[in-house]
């Protein structure tokens, strides 16, 4: 249900269009022990990141979205990594590993991979500031940080 919502309401590496759809909202653990709301965060851009320990691709993109998460972080931006891994340890292990300095959340359960129905790590959504789901990255390729870093841009203009 929510896949045919995204599929038309946001850009699969690509533009938007509209209407879009409400994010929908969950509450996780943090890797340091807080809880964290996605609604609480309404009135910034968002990015939610999915992504695993043995995730090859993740790795490889980890260090973008440190950058990423680096530059916008004072423009109202916040990026958040949503980890699947069962073991809370491996995730919290890789992340330290990788250096990452945004939010890594605990997904163990995959309550949120299906609420947004994931199925290829990583994947991206881009939330607007009006909690709407914008664009949508499934898998990573070398130069989706181009176009993240452009999207992030535009949704920050509005």
């Known amino acids: 249900m929510l896949a045919a919502a995204l599929a038309v309401g946001a850009g699969v590496c690509g533009g938007a269009a509209s209407p879009t759809p409400a994010a929908p909202d969950f509450t ?7 809880n964290l709301r996605l609604q609480e965060l309404r009135g910034q851009v968002v990015m939610v990141n999915f992504w695993a320990s043995w995730c090859a691709p993740c790795r490889v993109e980890m260090p973008h979205l440190n950058h990423l998460a680096d530059k916008y972080r004072s423009s109202g931006f916040t990026l ?13 292990g890789a992340a330290t590993k990788m250096g990452v300095k945004f939010p890594v959340l605990l997904d ?24 709407r789901v914008r664009y949508v990255h499934r898998g990573y390729r070398e130069g989706y940080e181009e176009t993240y870093d452009k999207q992030v841009r535009e949704l920050l203009k509005e």
Do not use: C
Request: aromatic letters at 2%; a negative charge.
């Open 28 to 34: 996780l653990r943090t890797a340091d022990g807080r």
């Open 80 to 92: 958040l990594g949503v980890n699947v891994d069962e073991d809370a340890r491996n995730a919290i």
């Open 108 to 131: 163990g359960d995959k309550k949120v991979v299906k609420m947004y129905e994931v199925a290829t790590m990583p994947s991206t959504v881009l939330i607007d500031r009006d909690g």
